[in-house]
């Protein structure tokens, strides 16, 4: 019988890590159809960018022509990159939270079944998320004097919606009103929530980008210079994809810790886990 009681958000946050681990193929599989190849364009693209950037400020004789060509292909690749990233990520993120239910039994049976299953609230998946990043927009800018802040309030009352229009299948005037009530007594402890998974999110990335830390680190230690020097095309390609990987292989998990915070909150706010033990307790009579 699974415990759904609610939780310390340390507890949840956990949670969420074994749901991870337990189906870590199909989810990489998952990820590496659909946000992969977007990640590591754009990974190239800011590399290249940035790399030429620099080196342009650093030469002291203004940037030739092959790099000004270089950066401008790099922008557009990185603008054409990031709009492909973001619809993959979103199909990503509608296909963990349609199997999300499941993997709390059992793992998912593989990355196409997976993949199959986010198609049906694919669409309005990505409506919710525009929904809430244009009113969040509107609600920084409205509270412009006070640093955005009326945006953060917002974005939190409303980061339940992608996770119930998917699991719950519900409209999108109910998907709104479901997360006000859910996160409604628990806005600090969402807030930190989220904060935490963007901290852990980072250290993934981090870590999968270490590589390219650590060799910058040694070089420089080696020789000063090192770093107001142009590096080699090679490097440069590694070094994007290194930046791609890191953004590709954590992107499953997003969807699993905002699933395991949205059971809590059920638990907290429904007595969910009174309702389900009762369930059990009947099928199993």
């Known amino acids: 019988m699974r415990d759904v009681r609610p939780k310390n958000v340390g507890i949840v946050l956990d949670e969420a890590l074994a749901l991870f681990r337990g189906?870590?193929?199909?989810?990489?599989?998952?990820?590496?159809?659909?946000?992969?190849?977007?990640?590591?364009?754009?990974?190239?693209?800011?590399?290249?960018?940035?790399?030429?950037?620099?080196?342009?400020?650093?030469?002291?004789?203004?940037?030739?022509?092959?790099?000004?060509?270089?950066?401008?292909?790099?922008?557009?690749?990185?603008?054409?990159?990031?709009?492909?990233?973001?619809?993959?990520?979103?199909?990503?993120?509608?296909?963990?939270?349609?199997s999300a239910a499941e993997m709390l039994?059992?793992?998912?049976?593989?990355?196409?079944?997976?993949?199959?299953?986010?198609?049906?609230?694919?669409?309005?998946?990505?409506?919710?998320?525009?929904?809430?990043?244009?009113l969040v927009s509107i609600a920084m800018f409205a509270s412009f004097f006070v640093l955005g802040l009326g945006g953060l309030v917002l974005y939190v009352y409303l980061s339940m919606t992608a996770v119930i229009i998917v699991v719950e299948r519900a409209s999108l005037p109910d998907s709104f009103r479901r997360s006000f009530e859910l996160v409604k007594g628990n806005f600090w402890r969402v807030f930190g929530y989220l904060v935490l998974v963007w901290f852990l999110m980072a250290a993934f990335q981090g870590a999968l980008g270490?590589?390219?830390?650590?060799?910058?680190?040694?070089?420089?230690?080696?020789?000063?210079?090192?770093?107001?020097?142009?590096?080699?095309?090679?490097?440069?390609?590694?070094?994007?994809?290194?930046?791609g990987l890191a953004l590709a292989l954590p992107a499953p998990f997003a969807p699993l810790a905002t699933f395991a915070l949205y059971l809590d909150l059920r638990a907290r706010n429904e007595g969910m886990d009174l309702v389900i033990r009762a369930r059990e307790i009947r099928d199993a009579a």
């Open 23 to 98: 189906n870590a193929k199909p989810l990489l599989v998952a990820a590496s159809f659909t946000v992969l190849p977007a990640a590591l364009l754009m990974g190239l693209g800011q590399d290249f960018y940035y790399r030429g950037l620099f080196e342009s400020t650093v030469s002291g004789t203004g940037p030739s022509d092959v790099l000004i060509a270089s950066m401008l292909i790099s922008y557009m690749v990185i603008y054409v990159a990031s709009l492909i990233l973001w619809f993959g990520k979103a199909y990503l993120d509608s296909s963990v939270l349609s």
């Open 105 to 134: 039994h059992q793992p998912v049976a593989g990355a196409k079944p997976l993949l199959k299953g986010g198609l049906s609230r694919f669409g309005w998946y990505l409506l919710v998320q525009f929904m809430v990043s244009t």
């Open 210 to 243: 270490s590589p390219v830390i650590i060799r910058q680190i040694v070089v420089t230690a080696q020789n000063p210079e090192a770093i107001y020097q142009p590096v080699s095309l090679v490097w440069k390609v590694l070094e994007g994809l290194t930046l």
